[in-house]
């Protein structure tokens, strides 16, 4: 039960970009958590520094990020790393955007009886 729940919980992180949805971010997060990571450019073959947001920018990012439909509706992978009594770590191996591909790990913590998410620390696949 508690794998499946953090799975569950794991996933609602790609589905609110798929879906634009922040509610689930406000469901399924912590008040505190942040996403942190690098982005490669396509256009200019390089790395782009690494970038840190915090609960309001993640929603906006959500928000905003499939207006276009640019997400594919390709299979993820996901996959607890480790689960203890309270953390875990999901590996989430999924194509962003068409051809592109990135790597996410997601930090959760148990508030109570809940799994919430943490720390999202993510790279560009290349």
């Known amino acids: 039960m508690t794998e499946k729940n953090i ?3 794991a996933a609602t ?3 609110a970009f798929k879906q634009m949805n922040p509610n689930l971010i406000d469901a399924h997060f912590t008040k505190t958590a942040t996403k942190t990571g690098f ?3 396509y256009e200019n073959d390089k790395w782009l ?3 840190t947001v915090k609960i309001p920018e993640i929603k906006e990012w959500a928000a905003t990020f499939n207006k276009e439909g640019i997400m594919p ?3 993820s992978k996901m996959s607890i790393l480790d689960a203890q009594d309270r953390t875990a770590v999901v590996k989430l191996e999924m194509e962003w955007l068409a051809g592109k591909k990135g790597c996410d790990y997601i930090l959760l913590i148990k508030e109570g009886n809940q799994w919430k998410i943490e720390t999202i620390i993510y790279q560009s696949v290349l």
Do not use: K
């Open 39 to 41: 982005i490669f450019n």
């Open 73 to 75: 509706d390709t299979q």
């Open 7 to 9: 799975l569950e919980i």
């Open 13 to 15: 992180y790609p589905a």
């Open 49 to 51: 520094d690494v970038s």
